[in-house]
C-alpha cells in the first residue's frame, strides 16, 4: 500500500494580514507560513493506517519559501519518501494549476491512495483534492473524518452538518480529502527534524505542463467591511466584566 | 450557450437545505440581471414535494432515482455534468457544503469551467460576472472577474437570505433519466450516521459560552465551566475542541456542528473562521473575546473585547459569584 500526502504551507492567520502595493494580493514580505492545519491530519491517518496494516508514507509538495522544513517535518513524524516539484509558479499558487502539478508528477509514481487536507485558507479556485482526482480520473470523496481499509477498497465516512455522517466505499486508488484524522496529530520535536534531515533524501521532480485556464481574474484584494462589526468594550479587565454584566443586566439575562 | 443561471439544489433527510433557498434567491437577482432563467437542478429519489417548493426557480430540472436517491460524489456529479453539458448555463451555483465542495471542483475541471469558490457575493452587472470570496478564515476578502463565458460558483452557507428564495409559484418540472454512466461507479454509498445524543442539546439553549483554540489546554476547561454555571449556560466549541477530544461532537457549532441561536452566545477565544460563523452568526447577542483585534469573530459580534480571555472570565466569574 502507497499512501501519498500532498502538503502545502499557508500564512499563519494569527498573524496581521496586509494588501500588497497591487491591491490584489497579500503584502507576503513578512509573512510567517505554517503547514496547513489539515494537512497535519492527512499525515497523521497516513501514518495511523501504515501503523495499523503496513504501508509506504510518501509527502509531496510544490516547492515554495520554507517547504523542505514541513516536509522533514513529516519525515520526522514517520513518511518514508519525500518529493519537492521544482516548476515555475508564484507565490500564490492557483489550486488548479497545483492540482496539475501535482497530478502531473504523479501520474509516474505508484501509489494507492492520496490523502489530502480537506481545504486551505487561500483557494479561491476550489479545493486541489478534488480538482486532482479529476485530472486523474479517480474517484475522490472530501470532508472525511474516518478512513479503513478492506479488501482493497476504502470505507469512509464524510461529515454533513449536525454531526450527521455519511459512509462510503471508494474503490483505489482515490484521493480523499481529510478533515480530521481520528486521533490528534503527533509532534515531532525538532531533534527529530534535524535527524530526519540527514537521513531522509528529498526527491526533486519537475512540475510539467502546468498551463490550466483559472479564467478568473482577481481585480482586488480588501479586508471585510465591518460596518455593523462589534462595538468594543475597553478598559481593565474588572472594567469590561462590568460592562458585560451591565449589559447581560439590561437584557434580562442575568439571573 | 445561455444567460441562464444554474442552482444546484442540496437536500437532507427528505427537506431542503436552507442554502438552496438562499442560492435561488441570489440566483433569481443573477438571471433577472443576465436576462436569463432561473433553473433548479434537483438529484434525489422520490423528491417530487422538494420540486414544488422550489417555485422562485422558472424550471426545476429533477433526475428522481433511486439509483441516487442518497448523495455520492461520484454519481451526483456525472448527472450533474449531464445536466449541465446539455444546457450550458452562464452561471452554476453550487453551496460550498460538505457535498457542494465534492461537486464545484470536479465540474470544474470535467466540464473545463473557471470556478469562483468561497463566494459571498456575486453580480452580473452588464454581463459582468463578479464573485466577492472570503479567505484567510475571514480575514480577507478577494473581489474575481469572470474573463470568458461561463463560470461555476461555489457559496458560502448564510451569505443571502433564505427568505428571499422562497414562492408560493409551482415551478415547471423537467424529469430527465440518469446517465448511462451511473452503472460504473468508483464509490458507493453505505449508509448514514446519526449523530449519538449529547448530554445537553446546545440547540436548545439560552445562554452558550464558547471555547475555541485560544483556551490553549483541556486544563483550562473547568475554568470556563465554572463560568457557564455562574451565567446558568452550557458550554459549547469550535471544531478543534472537538477534534482534540476536550468536548464532545454534541457541542460543536458551525458548519459539520450544530447551528445554533441562543439569547447570549459568549465566544471565547474563537477566531472567527467563516465555517464557524455559519453556526452562530444568528444568535441574538454576540459577546466575543479574543487577543487578536483583527480577528474575524469581531465583524460579526454586537460586543467585542481585545484581551486576554482569562482575564475577563475570571473577573466575570468573581463578579457573578459575589
Ligand atoms: C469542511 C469544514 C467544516 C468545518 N466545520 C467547522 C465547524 O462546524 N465549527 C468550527 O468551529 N469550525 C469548523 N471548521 C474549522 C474552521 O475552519 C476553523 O479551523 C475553526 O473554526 C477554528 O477554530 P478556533 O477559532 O477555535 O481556532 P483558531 O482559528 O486557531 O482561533 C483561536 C483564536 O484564539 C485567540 N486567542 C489565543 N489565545 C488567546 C487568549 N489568551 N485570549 C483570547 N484570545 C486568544 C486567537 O487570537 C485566535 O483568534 C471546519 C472546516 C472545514 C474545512
Ligand atoms: N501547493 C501544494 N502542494 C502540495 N499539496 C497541495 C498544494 N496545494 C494544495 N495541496 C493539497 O490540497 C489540500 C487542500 O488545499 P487547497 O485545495 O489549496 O485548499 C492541501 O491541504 C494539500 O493536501
Known amino acids: 500500500m502507497n499512501i501519498i500526502v500532498p502538503i502545502k504551507q499557508v500564512t499563519d492567520l494569527v498573524e496581521e494580514l496586509e494588501v500588497d502595493a497591487s491591491g490584489k494580493d497579500l503584502n507576503r514580505e513578512w509573512l510567517k507560513y505554517k503547514i496547513n492545519e489539515f494537512d497535519d491530519h492527512a499525515l497523521e491517518e497516513a501514518l495511523c493506517l501504515k501503523e495499523e496494516s503496513g504501508a509506504n508514507v510518501m509527502a509531496i509538495a510544490l516547492d515554495s519559501a520554507d517547504i523542505e522544513k514541513s516536509l522533514y517535518t513529516a519525515a520526522a513524524k514517520g513518511a518514508d519518501k519525500l518529493i519537492k516539484v521544482t516548476g515555475d509558479f508564484g507565490e500564490a499558487i492557483p489550486s488548479h494549476v497545483a492540482a496539475k502539478a501535482l497530478a502531473n508528477v504523479l501520474e509516474s509514481l505508484e501509489y494507492d491512495l492520496i490523502l489530502t487536507g480537506v481545504q486551505a485558507a487561500d483557494d479561491r479556485d476550489g479545493q486541489v483534492a478534488v480538482l486532482l482526482a479529476h485530472y486523474l480520473g479517480l474517484p475522490h470523496v472530501s470532508v472525511v473524518t474516518g478512513v479503513n481499509l478492506q479488501d482493497g477498497k476504502a470505507i469512509v465516512h464524510k461529515e454533513y452538518s449536525g454531526g450527521l455522517m455519511g459512509e462510503f466505499e471508494v474503490d483505489l486508488p482515490g484521493v480523499l480529502g481529510i478533515q480530521a484524522a481520528r486521533q490528534t496529530p503527533r509532534y515531532a520535536p525538532v531533534s527529530r527534524v534535524r535527524q530526519a534531515m540527514r537521513s531522509t533524501e528529498l526527491e526533486e521532480m519537475p512540475a510539467g505542463d502546468v498551463s490550466v485556464a483559472v479564467g478568473t481574474t482577481v481585480q482586488r484584494m480588501f479586508k471585510p467591511e465591518t460596518s455593523d462589526g462589534a462595538q468594543m468594550i475597553e478598559g481593565s479587565a474588572e472594567d469590561v466584566a462590568n460592562q458585560i454584566l451591565n449589559i447581560l443586566s439590561e437584557r434580562g439575562l442575568k439571573q | ?322
Not at chain 2, 452588464?126 to 479567505?135: C, D, K, M, P, Y
Not at chain 2, 461561463?150 to 443571502?160: D, K, L
Not at chain 2, 442539546?201 to 473547568?222: A, K, M
Open chain 2, 1 to 322: 450557450m445561455s444567460q441562464d443561471v444554474f442552482v444546484i439544489a442540496e437536500h437532507l433527510m427528505g427537506n431542503l437545505e436552507d442554502v438552496t433557498f438562499e442560492l435561488l434567491g441570489k440566483g433569481r437577482e443573477l438571471a433577472d440581471n443576465l436576462d436569463g432563467s432561473l433553473v433548479g437542478v434537483l438529484l434525489g429519489g422520490g423528491v417530487e414535494d422538494l420540486n414544488r417548493q422550489m417555485g422562485k426557480a422558472d424550471k426545476v430540472i429533477c433526475i428522481d432515482h433511486e439509483q441516487i436517491a442518497e448523495f455520492n460524489p461520484d454519481s451526483y456529479s456525472k448527472c450533474l455534468m449531464e445536466v449541465l453539458k446539455t444546457h450550458e448555463p452562464k452561471v452554476t451555483l453550487v453551496p460550498n457544503t460538505s457535498m457542494g465542495m465534492d461537486l464545484a471542483a470536479a465540474l470544474s475541471v470535467d466540464l473545463d469551467l473557471p470556478l469562483v469558490a468561497y463566494a459571498v457575493d456575486a453580480s452580473a452587472k452588464n454581463g459582468t460576472i463578479a464573485v466577492t470570496s472570503q479567505l484567510y478564515g475571514g480575514k480577507m476578502n478577494v473581489e474575481s472577474r469572470l474573463e470568458g463565458d461561463r463560470c461555476i460558483i461555489s457559496v458560502i452557507a448564510g451569505s443571502f437570505s433564505s427568505e428571499d428564495g422562497k414562492s408560493d409559484n409551482v415551478p415547471e418540472v423537467e424529469e430527465v433519466s440518469p446517465p448511462d454512466s451511473l452503472t460504473d461507479l468508483k464509490i458507493r454509498f453505505k449508509r448514514l450516521i446519526e449523530p449519538e445524543a449529547g448530554d445537553v442539546d446546545i440547540t436548545q439553549q439560552d445562554i452558550l459560552v464558547s471555547v475555541g483554540r485560544g483556551i490553549q489546554s483541556e486544563d483550562n476547561l473547568p475554568v470556563l465551566q465554572k463560568l457557564a454555571d455562574a451565567l446558568g449556560g452550557v458550554l459549547s466549541a469550535s471544531r478543534p475542541i472537538v477534534d482534540n477530544k476536550w468536548l464532545p461532537k454534541t457541542r460543536q457549532v458551525g458548519k459539520s456542528g450544530l447551528k445554533v441561536k441562543p439569547k447570549l452566545y459568549l465566544a471565547v477565544g474563537i477566531s472567527g473562521a467563516p465555517e464557524h460563523i455559519e453556526g452562530m452568526k444568528d444568535a441574538e447577542l454576540i459577546i466575543a473575546v479574543n487577543s487578536d483585534p483583527n480577528a474575524p469573530i469581531f465583524d460579526y459580534a454586537h460586543y467585542g473585547v481585545v484581551g486576554d480571555l482569562f482575564d475577563v472570565v475570571g473577573q466575570l466569574s468573581e463578579k457573578l459569584k459575589g
